[in-house]
């Protein structure tokens, strides 16, 4: 079986998932993006793509970024005729880091299958349209208009349509009216427990934007008065939202860390040494932070919305509350009493929640021959 990957994916949860999903599969993988991504396997094909708007003044960028999506959408159909080119038994299509969503590749002689992290929330999410600038809200009208008509092509015109949760997959019906297959996600195969240690901190990760929920971890560990210090995770600095989760550690009395950018090893060993990881996001699609600190032994606390309940077994190896930090507070008393805490890392190390990448990897293969199968009946029956 010969798999065609095409995506044009940076950083992020959504190119994580995908580098542990190629990494498992468990035949050959074809990469096809673009230079402005970041591959995923050591020899991609990679198909140049510049664009104007980001290096050029604010007051430009309007005009200019209507053309980037034209460039864009040129591209993304050059991809298609690569990735057709190479004889594949199916076209695996990834979101696109620019677009933050879904963009067409055009109708192919072989099953295309779709991953959707979640649905463009811009466009279906009224809070997330209140969000936006109200000065430049005009300005960008068309472009987002066009960049909507895109994604759904995009999700249109596959065969099949793959995500993370079942939460997700009932966002996909109500935006798109396609139905998705969840193909488990999980935690790379060298996130393990370590050996038994004195539990250090409490532990966020994520990128440095306020519906993480960093704060309401660092309010949380202030109530629950059990004195531990919180390090929060990122892959990148944001100055304005650093400051702000400092200034109120030092309010409440909290000890806070900021870790930018660190290695996979050093955050294998801020997992082993949690008390507890806290993943308080909002509407979180799946949430492999919870994944990924469960297979290293920590416990986890998780905000009950979105697909976070999916990722733990409440009251075994974490605990679900309500996204508040009074609730978080309470959690974390709780698994301070009674050797809560060590019986909950104890269930995490033994069971990892049951998800792997190489069941991601195994359905993803499953899939593909049912699609072969179904075009090969759909072309006996023409």
Excluded at 145 to 171: F, H, K, M, P, Q
Aim: charged fraction near 20%; charge should be positive.
């Amino acid at each position: 079986m010969r798999l065609a990957v095409v995506h044009n994916l940076t950083t992020g949860g959504a190119h994580r998932r995908l580098a542990e999903q190629v990494a498992a599969f468990p035949h050959e993988v074809v990469e096809f993006t673009t230079s402005a991504a970041s591959p995923v396997t050591a020899r991609p094909y990679l198909l140049p793509l510049t664009l104007l708007a980001p290096t050029r003044p604010a007051l430009l960028r309007p005009p200019l970024r209507v053309l980037d999506l034209h460039r864009l959408s040129a591209a993304w159909r050059a991809l298609g005729d690569m990735a057709e080119r190479c004889g594949p038994d199916a076209i695996f299509v990834n979101p696109d880091s620019i677009l933050r969503g879904a963009m067409p590749i055009g109708r192919r002689g072989v099953p295309v299958i779709r991953y959707c992290d979640e649905p463009r929330r811009i466009d279906y999410e009224p809070a997330m349209r209140a969000s936006l600038n109200p000065r430049t809200r005009v300005l960008y009208a068309g472009l987002r208009r066009i960049e909507r008509r895109l994604d759904r092509a995009g999700l249109a015109e596959a065969g099949a349509v793959t995500t993370n949760s079942r939460y997700t997959a009932a966002a996909i019906a109500r935006s798109y009216g396609r139905s998705a297959e969840v193909l488990p996600c999980g935690a790379p195969e060298h996130m393990t427990p370590g050996p038994p240690t004195a539990p250090v901190h409490l532990l966020s990760v994520g990128s440095l934007i306020r519906t993480k929920g960093h704060d309401l971890v660092i309010e949380a560990a202030a109530l629950s008065g059990i004195g531990r210090p919180v390090v929060v995770v990122a892959p990148a600095d944001v100055p304005g939202e650093g400051v702000r989760l400092r200034r109120a550690a030092e309010r409440l009395g909290v000890r806070l860390t900021i870790r930018i950018g660190v290695t996979d090893a050093e955050l294998v060993d801020l997992y082993r040494s949690a008390f507890a990881t806290l993943y308080l996001a909002a509407a979180e699609p799946l949430g492999l932070v919870s994944l990924e600190a469960q297979a290293c032994g920590s416990p986890v606390i998780v905000a009950g919305e979105g697909g976070l309940p999916e990722t733990v077994e409440h009251g075994r190896a974490g605990l679900v509350v309500p996204r508040t930090a009074a609730a978080a507070g309470q959690a974390l008393s709780a698994l301070s009493r009674g050797g809560r805490r060590d019986d909950m890392a104890n269930a995490a190390r033994a069971s990892a929640n049951g998800h792997g990448w190489r069941a991601s990897a195994r359905g993803l293969a499953d899939l593909v021959d049912r699609c072969r199968a179904g075009a090969t009946a759909e072309g006996a029956t023409v």
